[in-house]
């Protein structure tokens, strides 16, 4: 059986120290392994019919017009991420049909977007924006 959003909220709140803005899930992940980086999570979803969908975003920031294409070619070696362009900053993204994802798989693939975004954030924009 598809999880529900109501699912997918109580997984994640049992799972991560989460905060709420409406429908909203905000994570705050820590990297010790990177002199204690940060990288902010959203999760957010829609419902279509019969099917849910969960999205995942993280902000990059500002990726200089040079580096954009070496930024891809990480992107690339990931399984499932994209990059994706709002305005001037860039955010790594995923969207996830919870017909076919299980609540396990939920947490690694928003580890995936958080770390994945914070190292392009490291690699291309420079501080801690996040």
């Known amino acids: 059986m598809a999880a529900t ?4 909220v109580r ?3 049992s799972t991560y120290k989460t905060t709420r803005e409406g429908d909203l899930i905000k994570i705050v992940f820590v990297y010790p392994d990177k002199q204690d980086r940060t990288q902010l999570v959203l999760v957010d979803h829609e419902q279509q019919s019969n099917r849910l969908l969960v999205e995942v975003l993280s902000r990059v920031g500002e990726i ?21 362009k709002m305005g001037e900053k860039y955010f790594v993204r995923i969207t996830l049909n919870m017909n076919f994802v299980p609540l396990s798989e939920l947490g690694p693939m928003i580890e995936l977007v ?4 914070d190292d392009l954030e490291a690699m291309y924009v420079g501080g801690d924006v996040n």
């Open 5 to 8: 959003w109501n699912d997918v």
């Open 11 to 13: 997984h994640l709140e």
């Open 64 to 84: 200089p017009p040079g580096y954009v294409y070496k930024a891809l070619e990480v992107i690339g070696k990931k399984y499932f991420v994209g990059l994706e």
């Open 114 to 117: 958080g770390r994945t975004a």
